[in-house]
């Protein structure tokens, strides 16, 4: 092999890996969503990691591209339609409730103390 080809194969991969871990984290993420209860999670975190781990042994690329493809649109058709959002991340129903106050507006922190001098 070549330097050349070496290296486009090793980048190909590397993507490839990138790919399936992106893959992973989101359905794991999701997976969660699904699951009412701790240990039902647990459960179907373990089924889907065995699904991951059936494939470990695949080294054709195209084939691993394929089972790629196949894996994100199989998760895209599966997921959860109202995912659970952190309440103060992003979307959710806490996310800048107390925003900070516009420039010009001094908090007074010891508001009631007299100064006894």
Same mark, same amino acid.
């Given at each position: 092999?070549?330097?050349?080809?070496?290296?486009?194969?090793?980048?190909?991969?590397?993507?490839?890996?990138?790919?399936?871990?992106?893959?992973?984290?989101?359905?794991?993420?999701?997976?969660?969503?699904?699951?009412?209860?701790?240990?039902?999670?647990?459960?179907? +975190? #373990?089924?889907?990691?065995? *699904?991951?781990?059936?494939?470990?042994? $695949?080294?054709?690329?195209?084939?691993?591209? &394929?089972?790629?493809?196949?894996?994100? +649109? #199989?998760?895209?058709?599966? *997921?959860?339609?109202?995912?659970?959002? $952190?309440?103060?991340?992003?979307?959710?129903? &806490?996310?800048?409730?107390?925003?900070?106050?516009?420039?010009?507006?001094?908090?007074?922190?010891?508001?009631?103390?007299?100064?006894?001098?």
């Amino acid at each position: 092999m070549s330097v050349a080809s070496t290296a486009a194969y090793a980048a190909r991969r590397a993507a490839q890996k990138e790919r399936v871990r992106i893959l992973y984290r989101r359905a794991l993420k999701d997976t969660l969503n699904w699951a009412v209860h701790r240990h039902l999670f647990y459960q179907d +975190a #373990s089924d889907l990691r065995e *699904r991951f781990d059936g494939n470990k042994h $695949v080294e054709d690329l195209d084939t691993i591209d &394929k089972m790629i493809a196949d894996g994100e +649109a #199989s998760y895209n058709k599966w *997921r959860h339609p109202d995912p659970y959002i $952190v309440p103060w991340a992003p979307g959710g129903s &806490k996310f800048t409730r107390n925003p900070t106050p516009p420039s010009g507006i001094e908090i007074v922190y010891n508001y009631g103390r007299e100064d006894n001098d």
